[in-house]
């Protein structure tokens, strides 16, 4: 097997249009994920993490101006034709987001979503693909698995919820998954599991994971290596011991310095 990166950005800029001109809210950014790592894109609020996400996904609004280069296994995401982008996405490119509430659709059961979703990559009977939704609700910590499957998103708690969009993005066992701030929402003891079970899954799967988050001390908790953006750019990027024990950049310090 390949050592090499499973994702490398490289030089990524995203800009949009504001009044005439175009602000840069992604600048020059490049940073690698390998295969089964977990690495932590940090940063404040405002700093261009969720586009970075988006540009990867290829789920930037068409206002967006993007440049640089995303290799995903071999592949430009960035000049990937939207058809095969969508058929990366789900099956080997997953994502959660920070509300699960805005991605689980409410009229739907928990049960017939992620039927949904594996059927949409695969041609299994809808029996098979609920058997397989019971196996991940059940990876995914979620107790008495069969009787969930007819609950609608409402009926869930927000940890819950968000374990029920971990078990989607799974469903396909992707080689990488982004989590966009998944625990931001949630209670600090549901937040602690939450990470476990990130953990738990990529030894399980050997899925990659690209974390995103403002809170350095998740960070420290789970990652392998952080990239640390402020202001659009990335500013340092290192071991997670190294970036506590010797942060390169200001702003790297003061994050650290805040963490609870
Ligand atoms: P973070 O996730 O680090 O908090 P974001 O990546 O969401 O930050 O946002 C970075 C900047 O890009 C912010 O200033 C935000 O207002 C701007 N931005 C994000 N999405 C859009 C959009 N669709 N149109 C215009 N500006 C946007
Ligand atoms: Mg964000």
């Known amino acids: 097997m390949s050592t090499g990166p499973i994702l490398s950005v490289e030089h990524l800029s995203v800009s949009f249009p504001m009044g005439r001109e175009r602000l840069v809210v ?68 997953g994502m959660i987001f920070q509300e699960p509430m805005t991605s689980l659709n409410p009229i739907f059961t928990v049960g017939d979503q992620i039927c949904e979703a594996i059927r949409a990559h695969e041609a299994i009977s809808r029996k098979e693909a609920l058997d397989r939704a019971v196996l991940l609700l059940e990876k995914v910590g979620i107790p008495s698995p069969r009787s969930r499957l007819f609950d609608y998103p409402h009926q869930l708690s927000g940890g819950m919820r968000q374990r029920v969009m971990i078990a989607i993005a799974l469903c396909l066992s992707p080689k ?6 998944p625990t931001t929402a949630l209670d600090v003891t549901i937040q602690a599991q939450l990470l476990d079970m ?27 290596r952080a990239v640390v953006m402020y202001a659009s750019r990335v500013v340092e990027q290192a071991a997670i011991e190294d970036l506590f024990d010797r942060p390169q950049h200001p702003y790297t310090e003061g994050l650290l310095g805040s963490t609870p």
């Open 26 to 93: 992604v600048n020059d950014v490049s940073f690698d994920v390998r295969p089964g790592e977990l690495v932590g894109l940090v940063g404040e609020s405002g700093s261009g993490k969720s586009v970075t996400a988006l540009a990867i996904m290829g789920l930037l609004p068409e206002t967006a101006h993007v440049i640089g280069r995303i290799d995903f296994q071999g592949e430009d995401l960035l000049t990937l034709p939207r058809r095969r982008m969508r058929g990366l996405r789900g099956r080997r490119l």
């Open 176 to 181: 990488l998954l982004i989590a966009d701030e």
């Open 198 to 224: 990130l953990q738990a899954l990529r030894e399980e799967f050997g899925t990659a994971i690209l974390l995103i988050t403002h809170n350095m001390g998740v960070m420290a908790e789970v990652a392998d």
